[in-house]
């Protein structure tokens, strides 16, 4: 099935096949090199509390859904918020995870969660409260380059990190800078300088790369990688305001489902998973073809999932009535 | 925002020409007090703390603070240089000559400019062009020398200019032009949430809290000048350097006495009136409770290394930092007791601890500092006598 990751010949064992393992591994090594050389300013209460808090949650939200406890994706998304979130207080991190965990599963559209986990943790937070702030230049130069190299070498070994969106809106959005530096008359080394943020790499490889929150078909990949890009590149030069790049995929992330109506293709399954038989499997093979509907979280991603819709299915019926 | 420029030469040639994001008016135009900039300079510098140690044998302890100033910022000068030059406002503040420019493209407001007697280095005008691009005007400051005679002062006093932007940066690229060499400058941010940091550059503490050897009281200010260039080199010279972030309500230990309200309203806090404006945590006998954080940021930079303008943004971060360095002077008389001859050893390693502390901060050579430490008072112990000073020698 298109998507699943390749190693080796299959030889590898399975949990390492999964890319969520190379990921986690990839976001502690930066968060151990962050807090030990840069000097993030993250007390180690804030690291325990947020991973805590997530695996909490999953936890709690799993057994209310009637699923097994997948702590895979909670890791990835408390690690990235222990590496993006600051603030003084370490109670807005724990909410912060839980915030992350509970969208993956209440706020879905068709199977699909319609936030990255961490993207929609972060917005809330910042527009909620005053209490926290994201870093954006606190990586510096080396942290880039090896940061990088670290990317560059993930991508080569798991290809179904979805890339094509990576590439596509580091491509889109290396051209805006290019370009806005043109117009300007401004030297290479300002829109030069500008791309080399570890933050933008953290985003464009962990973020907008994530398979579960992006469009099923390339060409809707590509059209969201673009349309974040110009989003992200917008509210940095037109409203002046940082971190633009979380805004932006905020912003984008539910016109997913509209792109996915647009331009269909095969749902992305995290490989382990049991894969689905009969009519589910059906469904799941001719991709998102099927209009879906709007409010009936279907269950997605393997026929694992016992068909129980409790509280996401009133959730989003409630939001449809107030949206 | 307040620019306070070091300016050595004829003041008949000092301009300054800074980048805004809108039109200033009259109103918006202030000239300030030196000495209330040199108050909040000596406020947030990096202090010495000094510990006297206690006779071995008898406890007893003093503490004495002092504070120096860092070094002075040998900041650039402006020169800048503009035909399509629309001359917005026009002001004459204290003994200043203010000139708000607009123009339609560099080339014509480089040309203004240097007919006007302004002195524009090369290559300024590619920059002029991308800040006229981005819809900036040009705030440009001149003396005039009769309102100087008149009014007195021998020194340029610092100019204040109030606006409103969502643009919260401030452009060093000018300066950078034509620049010999790398320029330094101090930011001092005056916000009500917290710490202010930039976006497009990492910001490093300094490093703080050590102990050093006493010897380094004498050589306050060449230690912070070394060790700030060390520092500087360890980061390649991309990082701007964080030396204070305080809520001014209150310090520990003070450098200086705390600004007043009146100070802090002509350095631009317009916010000390409002309800809330007075903070809770104020220490009871301080200058009145402020709802201030103070923050004060360090950056050499050149054109090579800073290619941007330094954008900004207030974070909710409170937490308090401040330089401070610790000097801790040695028992100098007779110790003849168990304890003193333990105290020698640990003074030993003390000793060698700061030097080792003193070398890697500022990267001087260790045996050098070994040496300048080589104080001339020095504990003396006198051969202690009788069963004493049998047990000792043992």
């Known amino acids: 099935m298109r998507g699943r990751a390749e190693l080796g010949g299959g030889r590898a064992p399975g949990w390492l096949r999964d890319p969520r393992v190379w990921q986690i591994g990839c976001l502690a090594g930066l968060l151990a090199y962050g807090l030990a050389v840069l000097d993030f300013g993250v007390s180690p209460a804030q690291v325990g509390l947020t991973l805590g808090a997530a695996l909490a949650a999953q936890y709690a939200f799993g057994r209310a859904r009637g699923v097994g406890f997948e702590p895979r994706s909670a890791l990835i998304s408390g690690l990235s918020l222990c590496l993006l979130l600051r603030t003084g207080d370490p109670a807005w991190a724990a909410a912060g995870s839980v915030l992350a965990v509970g969208s993956k599963f209440l706020l879905r559209v068709s199977g699909k969660h319609v936030f990255n986990p961490t993207n929609f943790a972060l917005v809330v937070l910042l527009l909620a409260t005053d209490a926290v702030w994201v870093s954006a230049g606190q990586w510096g130069a080396s942290a880039f380059l090896a940061f990088l190299v670290a990317c560059a070498g993930g991508l080569v070994v798991h290809r179904a990190l979805r890339s094509d969106v990576s590439l596509s809106f580091l491509l889109a959005y290396a051209s805006m800078l290019v370009a806005r530096a043109v117009h300007l008359g401004d030297p290479l080394s300002i829109p030069l300088h500008q791309l080399q943020s570890g933050a933008l790499l953290l985003f464009a490889f962990f973020m907008i790369s994530d398979p579960r929150t992006t469009p099923d078909s390339r060409a809707g990949r590509v059209a969201f990688g673009v349309l974040v890009a110009a989003g992200a590149a917008f509210v940095q030069f037109g409203l002046f305001r940082p971190n633009g790049l979380v805004w932006s995929l905020a912003a984008c992330s539910p016109l997913v489902p509209v792109l996915d109506r647009v331009l269909p293709g095969a749902r992305y399954q995290w490989p382990g998973r049991v894969p689905a038989v009969g009519l589910q499997a059906e469904r799941l093979r001719k991709g998102a073809s099927r209009a879906p509907v709007l409010g009936l979280p279907r269950p997605g991603g393997g026929g694992a999932r016992r068909p129980r819709r409790p509280a996401g299915l009133f959730l989003l019926r409630l939001l449809r009535r107030e949206g | ?394």
């Not at chain 2, 401030?170 to 916000?191: D, H, K, M, S, Y």
């Not at chain 2, 309200?261 to 945590?281: C, N």
């Not at chain 2, 930079?301 to 909710?316: G, K, M, R, S």
């Not at chain 2, 030993?348 to 003193?358: I, P, T, V």
């Open chain 2, 1 to 394: 925002m307040t620019m306070a420029n070091d300016f050595r030469g004829d003041p008949q040639e000092f301009a300054v020409v800074i980048p805004v994001p809108t039109v200033v008016r009259r109103d918006q135009i202030e000239v300030t007090d030196q000495a209330v900039l040199d108050h909040l300079d000596a406020y947030s510098a990096p202090r010495l703390v000094e510990y006297f140690d206690e006779d071995p044998c008898r406890p007893v302890r003093e503490d004495y603070l002092l504070s120096m100033r860092a070094a002075p910022a040998p900041a650039g000068e402006r020169d800048a240089p503009s035909r399509g030059v629309t001359v917005e406002a026009r002001y004459t503040v204290g003994e200043y000559d203010i000139l708000v420019l607009s123009a339609k493209e560099s080339g014509g407001l480089e040309a203004w400019l240097v007919e006007n007697g302004y002195r524009i280095p090369r290559g300024a005008r590619g920059v002029l062009a991308s800040y006229l691009r981005q819809g900036m005007r040009f705030f440009v400051a001149r003396v005039n020398l009769r309102e100087k005679a008149r009014l007195g002062f021998t020194y340029l006093r610092p100019l204040r200019v109030a606006y409103e932007s969502p643009k919260f940066m401030l452009p060093v690229r000018l300066g950078t032009v034509n620049a010999q060499g790398p320029q330094e400058l101090f930011v001092f941010a005056l916000t009500r949430r917290g710490r202010v940091e930039t976006t497009n550059y990492r910001t490093v503490r300094l490093p703080t809290g050590m102990d050093l050897p006493p010897f380094v009281k004498e050589e306050f200010g060449e230690f912070y000048r070394a060790m700030f260039a060390e520092q500087v080199r360890r980061e390649d010279m991309r990082a701007v350097f964080l030396e204070y972030a305080w809520d001014m309500a209150w310090c520990d230990p003070c450098a200086a006495d705390p600004l007043s309200p009146e100070e802090l309203r002509k350095l631009g806090v317009s916010w000390l009136d409002e309800p809330g404006g007075q903070s809770p945590r104020a220490r009871p006998g301080f200058g009145g409770p402020v709802d201030v954080f103070l923050t004060r940021l360090h950056v050499r930079y050149d054109a090579a290394h800073f290619p941007e303008d330094l954008v900004f943004q207030e974070t909710a971060d409170r937490e308090t930092f401040q330089g401070r360095y610790v000097l801790r002077h040695p028992w100098i008389g007779a110790a003849v007791c168990l304890a003193g001859r333990q105290y020698r050893e640990d003074l030993d390693r003390r000793r060698e601890r700061e030097a080792q502390s003193l070398a890697t901060l500022t990267g001087w050579s260790l045996e050098e500092v070994r040496r300048k430490g080589e104080a001339p008072a020095r504990i003396t112990a006198e051969p202690a006598r009788g069963f004493w000073g049998w047990l000792l020698r043992k």
